[in-house]
């Protein structure tokens, strides 16, 4: 049996909570092999967008983001378990999609990194995962008012963000994804959409590439402010959203601009 | 055939969509003559423009500000695509009022450098036009709540803001006024005001310098804010707003005082 | 005749708009003699009310504060007009009740001093004024809510803040207080009190020091910000806020904790 | 007779109000013998938490964070009176639960340290106390509205906060927990929960350790936003907030991850 340090293990040192074994992260399954080394202008790229989360608001102390190995698609890459803030190239870490660490070398991963592997599995098109508490996207998680395109910078919002209430399949529980079974369903509520809620939790943003990825954490939580206010102001009337085509035409130009957002942000985190 | 390269050809390139000539900046005219070179100093202050605009958080990583040409009233001054807060004198590009590039030297104009070239058209009274998605105002584009002026800062704004929707004419696009036809039709809805709202997607602010349209851009978001409040607070009562003679009163003193905004704003950019 | 300059004579050198004589602060009165020089220490203090009250988002661009001179009750202190951020004991002029200056030495006044001397004729016990449009209080002066305390900070608000509407007296203006008149008015409304809103405007805080003034300039913005999403929560049920006894009694402490705020607020704008 | 000094003194030199005795921290016990030196990083921890505090927003220039002496149960340390930004090591002082300081050598205690003593008095589990008046949670405190946990990272509030109304047993005075009468009641109120609003003043968070106690406090003021958000997007609908069963395990796992919030904290601040 091999372990896979993680915040839990300071659970059942302090004896508050009971945990399963698949709670607790420890697999038999044999450490995967690594994809081999990745060029270090990605890993920075991958730490660099942790730390542009953090300095968008998006992600707090808490949140992370990974990207798909490169060169294999049954891996991926995610920082070990460190506030998004602090996130440097050499934190990186390799998982296989079981989200078993590559190297641990003593590096704890995420206890949510389920999130991602499951995605990645269900997801071919998908190469980039952020989770993030991102504080104005909570409410629309706990009251079912759909999400909705307040503007063209949110057009992949267009079609709406299904709601992953983890009490429907698993009860009363920590709120955390911190097994595959919950990861899977996860992936499941989010089907081929681009954004997941979480109920009293999160979000979900996924993309083709990590500046995509990135660029739909940060404006699903903008499009939720704008959304609240909207919502506030119409009192109940119209809200002239964009529609599903407007949605989908708006997108592909944002997929093709969003580079220049890309270049702003890592140019204030210090790349 | 001449090109104005931009973002669109990373579209084409990537095969999200097909885009018409139009769409995609090509033109046939001969390359337009430039008015002749322009006093540094104003270019340093359009360029503050895009900083400024940024400080004061009008726009994010998209949204520009033009001047007319100080000489050639049919030509005017932009920045190249660039986030705002990166603009520096040396990225400013002269257009004519078709918005083709006098001297594009490789760079690439701004996709809706439209709104700006048909709004001079239309406007000999108007010398800046800004193009922003400044949050608050988004609101009053979806909704149908008439704008108004909740103090004297905002004067300009006594008088209402008439809201584009690119759908009420062209169905359903990517929301971007990415030609003349776009941007004649923007203006032509702008028609003597000096601001229109865009339906989910953001507003113009004109003014007869570069100074009074930043104030404009900025007064505008600041007085969404405070009416999205104001809103809230009277919960379906009256709100008494500046009227119009007050409005245009006020905005008369506002025209002289606004260097007092233009000095401090300049200082905190750097300049 | 003697001049004041000030920012109107831009007005009338662009045309936009007449203004009577008064409203120009012309005046055939001689200059008023100077009370004598004062501490640089005092000096330094008003001009770091001044950036303290930018710091804290009291004042942007426009707003200001005086205070009356410490050897003479006939005469106040107070900034050239200048953007509050960058204001310096240099820039601090003396003026008389009715707002001439004793040594302009070319600089020009704010044009709404008059706020600052007619309040300083009628209230023999203020001696420091706060013009400010600091923005969550705004809605209060547009619905006529009455603003209330929310926590003991707030104490000198348990007995309310009358609103001060420019058009019940003088019409449609340009909403300014720009001459005795207007000034006169506002004082009148204010009575007693230490607060009073402007519709469409702003507010002013007084209080018995420069630091007290100061200090309420800043709460009554932070109440009002309070005050909004309390009443939003409370959704027309009852708000137990600070009943005029608790006021009082809370208010008296404010008086000597006060300095606390003032202390930090220093610091931070680098004295 | 010995004397603590602090603010209340200005009070009665200034002729504002009269004090009890008991007000103004007069006593007749001998001075409390000290549990001797505490190790200087606890000391450095301790005021770092100050200035988190204010670095996340929770308090202004008001507010403090006490902390049971390691050594002995009947202690506690706590700054002297000073802005919680401005808080160092040298500043801690330690008392016993009478609110006494043991070593005052000149500073002055918080006037509401009752707050910490009486809490520690009658909570055996409590190692940690923040006071603070943070913006977001003042509106739950005068509606009445429950608060709720919004989402996972703010599990301690599954199970409510009670409000402590000091005019329910005091009637109408300064607001201030300025006693031992008053910290006692307060203290009641609070029961068994982690956290305690009081009614137009703020609220109290409590923790098994210091960084705990913090978590709570910066979650209390986030989890107050999210709600007041949430309230307003349901309008008057259910709101999914998390059950106590999930609050209890979700704060059981808080209390293993809180140090990752802990450790960027304390870089932001400077540690």
Chains 1, 2, 3, 4 share one sequence.
């Not at 993680?6 to 690594?34: E, K, T, W």
């Not at 049954?74 to 070990?80: G, W």
């Not at 206890?111 to 104005?136: C, M, T, W």
């Not at 996860?186 to 995509?212: E, K, W």
């Amino acid at each position: 049996m091999r372990l896979v340090q993680c915040a839990c293990h300071q659970i059942s040192a302090n004896g508050f909570m009971a945990l399963s074994p698949a709670d607790m992260g420890y697999s038999s399954r044999p450490v995967p092999a690594s994809a081999g080394p990745v060029d270090r202008a990605i890993l920075e790229d991958l730490a660099a967008a942790s730390r542009i989360l953090a300095d968008q608001g998006v992600v707090d102390a808490f949140g992370h983001v990974s990207m798909r190995h490169p060169a294999r698609p049954d891996r991926f890459l995610m920082s070990r378990s460190l506030a998004p803030a602090l996130v440097s190239a050499d934190d990186i870490m390799e998982f296989d999609l079981d989200c078993e660490a590559c190297e641990a070398r003593g590096r704890s991963g995420f206890l949510e990194r389920f999130i991602h592997g499951e995605i990645y599995k269900q997801r071919a098109d998908v190469n980039s995962v952020v989770h993030s508490h991102s504080p104005s996207v909570i409410p629309f998680g706990l009251t079912g008012v759909p999400m909705r395109a307040m503007y063209h910078n949110a057009a992949f919002l267009a079609g709406g963000a299904p709601i992953f209430n983890i009490h429907d399949k698993f009860g009363a529980t920590d709120m955390l994804v911190g097994n595959h079974q919950k990861g899977a369903e996860l992936a499941r509520i989010l089907g081929q959409n681009p954004i997941a809620l979480m109920r009293a939790h999160g979000s979900v943003a996924t993309g083709p590439s990590l500046s995509i990825a990135v660029f739909r954490a940060v404006y699903t939580e903008v499009n939720a402010r704008l959304q609240l206010q909207t919502h506030a102001l119409a009192g109940g009337g119209l809200i002239a959203a964009l529609d599903q085509e407007e949605g989908v035409k708006a997108d592909a130009v944002n997929i093709t601009s969003a580079s220049r957002a890309w270049d702003l942000w890592k140019r204030r985190v210090g790349m």
